[in-house]
Each structure stands twice: as C-alpha cells, then as structure tokens.
C-alpha cells in the first residue's frame, strides 16, 4: 500500500507565507506527476499545481507568481510554497499522486493524501 502523508498548513495572516509538504511511502517503483489540489468549504475541488517527475510545473492561474510546486525524488516528497496568501486561498489542501507505479511492469495507481487546512485571515 502507498501512503501519502501532508503537513505544513496552518492559520496565517494576508500576506503571510505557508509551504506544504507530502511525503509518499510504502511500495513505490516510481511517482510520476504530483500534484496539489484544494476544496475551499461550498466549493469543488480545484488542481492548484502539478509537477512532472522531469521538474516540469503548472499552476492554476489564481496562484501564478505566488505559489510554487517542487518536490524531492529521492525522497518521494513534493512541497508547494506559498507566498503572498490570500483569504480566498483558504481551503483544505490535498495531495494527489494520479500515477504511481509499484514496479517496473505494474499498472499506474492513484493516491491521495488526508489533506491540510490552510486558514488565511484578512
């Protein structure tokens, strides 16, 4: 089984900065895109940011220039930094790994993290 395990949000004022982080574990060949993914209250799920195994990156348009998506392969871990936060960042933070393969000839899977409230006040 793969685990991914988030941490890092927390309450911070506007203008204020938070860098998340999610560490994969268990039975991992390799972790191709990562990605962040957030679910304000009322609201549906939105990807914020992904990231290729090569470093390649995309951003929601509501966090470029703010926010930036990296990870760590080593250490099956991605971090998303956030700067200049906003009250409308607020939201549950998710991590999303959409294909992890187990081994060499396996199939992709899908995981997600438990998910990091990120509370921004004005």
């Known amino acids: 089984q793969v685990q991914l395990v988030e941490s890092g949000g927390g309450l911070v004022q506007a203008g204020g900065s938070l860098r998340l982080s999610c560490a994969a574990s268990?039975?991992?060949?390799?972790?191709?895109?990562m990605r962040w993914y957030r679910q304000a209250p009322g609201k549906q799920r939105e990807l914020v940011a992904h990231?290729?195994?090569?470093?390649?990156?995309n951003y929601a348009d509501s966090v470029k220039g703010r926010f930036t998506i990296s990870r760590d392969n080593a250490k099956n871990t991605v971090y998303l930094q956030m700067n200049s936060l906003k009250p409308e960042d607020t939201a549950v933070y998710y991590c999303?790994?959409?294909?992890?393969?187990?081994?060499?000839?396996?199939?992709?899977?899908?995981?997600w993290g438990q998910g990091t409230q990120v509370t921004v006040s004005s």
């Open positions: 999303n790994a959409p294909d992890v393969q187990k081994d060499a000839r396996s199939t992709y899977y899908a995981y």
């Open positions: 268990g039975s991992i060949f390799r972790i191709n895109t």
């Open positions: 990231i290729t195994s090569g470093g390649s990156t």
